[in-house]
């Protein structure tokens, strides 16, 4: 997508936002402020180049054909950014099982939560975790932080995943399960 389009559209008062597939090229980064990422994912989380190069930058994560949303979802957690939930690929349905629409609940509902963090040009990905194949990439703002925490694993962790210090009349959350958690 050239500039010319989003330079035309700014004068005439009439701003677009541009979401191409497969993402921009780099000098698009300036104007183009949406993206498709249609990524494949390694073990280890990559970190979005996008979001990266500009964090109020919105890739959305869409792998159309896939089934398992698995990847997708732990790769646009992981990067604060989106994922397209396309059930009916024109006409043709490709499902969400239970499993990837109670993480798609849980994951839409922290973002929308924590929105403000997701942009912060402070974002820290791979922040020290405890265990191999738990990644999470650190939100600071202000006197809070954020940490976006994903398990690669095919297998559930147990125990402590961070150390932290602890801070007297500081309150720790886990928003996925929703609950307090005590130091």
């Known amino acids: 997508m050239p500039s010319a389009y989003a330079e035309a559209a700014e004068r005439i008062g009439?701003?677009?936002?541009?979401?191409?597939?497969?993402?921009?090229?780099?000098?698009?980064?300036t104007?183009?402020?949406?993206?498709?990422?249609?990524?494949?994912?390694p073990f280890a989380s990559r970190?979005?180049?996008y979001?990266?190069?500009?964090?109020?930058?919105?890739?959305n994560i869409s792998d159309r054909w896939n089934r398992d949303k698995t990847d997708d979802l732990q790769f646009a957690f992981f990067n604060g950014i989106g994922w397209e939930s396309w059930e009916n690929i024109w006409g043709i349905w490709n499902g969400?099982?239970?499993?990837?629409?109670?993480?798609?609940?849980?994951?839409?509902?922290?973002?929308?939560g924590v929105a403000p963090f997701l942009v912060t040009k402070d974002w820290e990905p791979f922040s020290p975790m405890l265990h191999?194949?738990?990644?999470?990439?650190?939100?600071?703002?202000g006197e809070e932080t954020v940490w976006t925490?994903?398990?690669?694993?095919e297998y559930n962790i147990t125990g402590p995943e961070m150390e932290l210090?602890?801070?007297?009349?500081?309150?720790?959350?886990?928003?996925?399960?929703?609950?307090?958690?005590?130091?």
Do not use: C
Not at 96 to 112: C, G, K, L, Y
Not at 149 to 153: Q, T
Not at 165 to 183: K, R, S, T, W
């Open 14 to 29: 009439h701003p677009l936002a541009f979401q191409p597939e497969g993402g921009p090229h780099d000098e698009a980064i």
């Open 31 to 41: 104007y183009d402020i949406l993206t498709w990422g249609q990524y494949k994912f």
């Open 47 to 49: 970190v979005d180049r």
């Open 51 to 59: 979001k990266w190069l500009e964090t109020r930058h919105m890739v």
């Open 96 to 112: 969400i099982t239970p499993r990837d629409s109670e993480a798609t609940r849980r994951v839409a509902t922290i973002e929308r």
């Open 132 to 141: 191999f194949g738990v990644f999470a990439s650190r939100w600071p703002m």
């Open 149 to 153: 925490i994903i398990n690669r694993n």
């Open 165 to 183: 210090p602890v801070q007297e009349a500081m309150h720790y959350f886990d928003l996925y399960h929703g609950v307090e958690i005590i130091p």
